[in-house]
């Protein structure tokens, strides 16, 4: 066995593109599904106007944006939110007692004739702001309570009761909405650190494994990809790929509550042929889709991954996924996402990946 290996220039000359570069590259999506792309670099002097669109644009996704924040931000939230609003109306119930001469009233049960207390026994901003968190709470103690004969009053109190209610309201709903995302549901699904490129069913396919951690079905599960390809002229080039389970082809998995391995053919019309075929020296990352719906809800959630050149491993096959117990009983084994040697014959048209490199082909 010889090997002939292609030289990292393009005629002679260095690449002029800088994705093409001998730089490592990083990934555009984790192993654990998330976008690792970075920001655009804001020209100096340029922060603060960046900065302020930033929040406006956040702003105007309020709702987005509380039901993506972690947990600890969106308890966070909750409590400030309510905080801020008892402050806010107990600055304006000690504003309207300032204005009204409540302040000045020894005795609220025996105010001057003539004078009308707006609020019974607001005295100091410390009852104001108790006053306004029992209004809001609608605790109601019995000790202070707005006059019928105070307009202001009854129309503070109706503003406060207003706006109290939508606040209760928006984050019930964000509370509730983070509890039943879906995406939570796709926590329990991992793929396989490792993709592998083996001989299926008498043609050369690329073969990845999914396993569902939970004894909760899913099911429509079905398996897509999208390959980023580094090509001259264009930062990178998108094509889509179609992964088949077994006989199923292009239908969804109608239940998956076993580790369930997906392939995809690597003959002359997959998009990724001539990369792992034919020996080209393209940077690429394979970016893989789970989609699934949850068996008592329909909610659909997605698990997402990539794999990278030196994360495809040749002639290799994953270990038998199910097994039996003494009793019968068909049990998950604890190293499904193990590979081991392929027994089949290798197509020898395939690249074998040395120390990832990927430009190196078997005669």
Sequence with gaps: MTTKSSSSVLGGKASSSPLLSSAAR??????DGHCALLPPLC??????????????????????LLVSLRWRWVLLAFCASFLAHWLLFACLWYL????????????????????????????????????SLETQLTIGYGTMFPSGDCPSAIALLAVQMLLGLMLEAFITGAFVAKIARPQKRAGAIQFSPQAVVCQHQGQTCLMLRASN?????????KVSAVLYEEHEGQALHQTSLDFHLDHLGQQPCPFFIFPLTFYH???RR????????????????????LLASQEGTGDTCQKRTSYLRQE??????????????ARGRYMVSNHH?????????????????INGDGSDRME
């Design 265 to 267: 053919p690597l003959d």
């Design 270 to 289: 997959s998009p990724l042929y001539p990369t792992l075929c034919e020996g080209t020296s393209n940077h690429f990352e394979l970016v893989v889709f």
């Design 26 to 31: 990083q990934r555009l999506v984790t192993k």
């Design 337 to 353: 996402f193990d590979t081991m040697q392929s027994k089949e014959p290798f197509d020898k048209d395939c690249v074998v990946q």
């Design 43 to 64: 020209p100096p002097g340029s922060w603060r106007e960046a900065a302020s669109r930033a929040w406006l644009l956040a702003l105007q996704d309020l709702w987005g």
């Design 213 to 221: 951690l939970l004894r909760r079905p899913l099911v429509d599960v």
């Design 96 to 131: 309207l007692a300032h204005l009204n001469g409540d302040l000045d009233v020894q005795d609220h049960d025996a105010p001057p004739q003539g004078h009308v207390v707006c609020v019974k026994h607001i005295t100091s901003f410390t009852a104001a702001f108790s006053f």
């Design 312 to 325: 495809i491993q040749f002639d290799r096959h994953f270990v038998p996924a199910l097994g039996l117990d």
